[in-house]
């Protein structure tokens, strides 16, 4: 009778100690979520300050602005010529080829073409013709308007 409860209590002791010793499998999200909510904050309060884009001085005119839902396509010119497709400097020849990789409604997506008041007018034209010719119908000129005085 002896014998028989030492080797019963001997086998309860050992199973306490191999579950002390067990490995829990579950993952902690929190820092995972609290890392995720403030990369989101930043993000949100970041955003806005990242459209500025390409420092163009448009010129004035009379013109009434445009109502539109969705975000056109903007081709810049600034003073010294260079082109850029949104915030990208692209050359003359990469205009066509690039708007009609990121045009998302063909050739109906709305172009606006944004030149520098001091800009050569003749590369605002180049540039505006080679759109028209490959066959997108919304082109226009984008321009301030103008200020009483």
Do not use: C, W
Not at 76 to 95: A, H, R
Not at 123 to 147: C, D, F, H, P
Request: glycine fraction near 12%; hydrophobic fraction near 40%.
């Amino acid at each position: 009778m002896g014998m028989s409860v030492g080797a019963g209590g001997g086998g309860r002791g050992r199973g306490r100690r191999g579950r002390r010793h067990t490995l829990v499998s579950e993952i902690n999200v929190t820092p995972l979520v609290d890392v995720m909510l403030v990369l989101l904050i930043i993000f949100m309060v970041a955003a806005p300050m990242m459209t500025v884009g390409v420092p163009i001085d448009l010129p004035e005119t009379q013109a009434k602005a445009l109502n539109s839902d969705t975000q056109p396509i903007t081709v810049s010119v600034n003073q010294g010529g260079q082109i850029y497709l949104q915030e990208t400097e692209i050359g003359l020849d990469e205009v066509v080829p690039k708007l009609e990789a990121i045009s998302k409604t063909g050739y109906e997506e709305r172009i606006y073409v944004r030149g520098d008041k001091t800009a050569d007018y003749g590369t605002v034209m180049q540039v505006m013709a080679r759109i028209s010719a490959a066959g997108y119908k919304n082109l226009g000129l984008v321009t301030l308007q103008e200020q009483d005085q």
